[in-house]
């Protein structure tokens, strides 16, 4: 299992990042998929799920409303679209495959910074 994330990297309060994460060495369309995050001095939060086909997506509340969970089955890519950024959403957000319908992250990527700063 290999995931790699990219799209990282500075932001201002209330802009908005794209993140994506490419997939290779197992069957991606069959499996769901999650972001999670780890900010500094603090536990790993998970964020984010979606289904192989996207037929049931989840969110954590504290970004419910602002970031958007997507997949790409013929690219074996994912994608988390951030927007209206806060200082707080600062982490390593991490790629990873997830236990079906439930937030449970099996394998992980090696991560990418996001910051949100001014």
């Known amino acids: 299992v290999q995931l790699v994330e990219s799209g990282g990297g500075l932001v201002q309060p209330g802009g908005s990042v794209r993140l994506s994460c490419g997939a290779s060495?197992?069957?991606?369309?069959?499996?769901?998929m999650g972001w999670v995050r780890q900010a500094p001095g603090k536990g790993p939060e998970w964020i984010s799920l979606i289904s192989p086909a996207g037929t049931y997506i989840y969110y954590a509340d504290s970004v419910k409303g602002r970031f958007t969970i997507s997949r790409d089955n013929a690219k074996s890519t994912m994608y988390l679209q951030m927007n209206s950024l806060k200082p707080e959403d600062s982490a390593v957000y991490y790629c990873?495959?997830?236990?079906?319908?439930?937030?449970?992250?099996?394998?992980w990527g090696q991560g990418t910074q996001v910051t949100v700063s001014s």
């Open positions: 060495g197992f069957g991606f369309v069959g499996l769901d």
């Open positions: 990873t495959t997830e236990r079906p319908a439930t937030p449970h992250p099996l394998d």
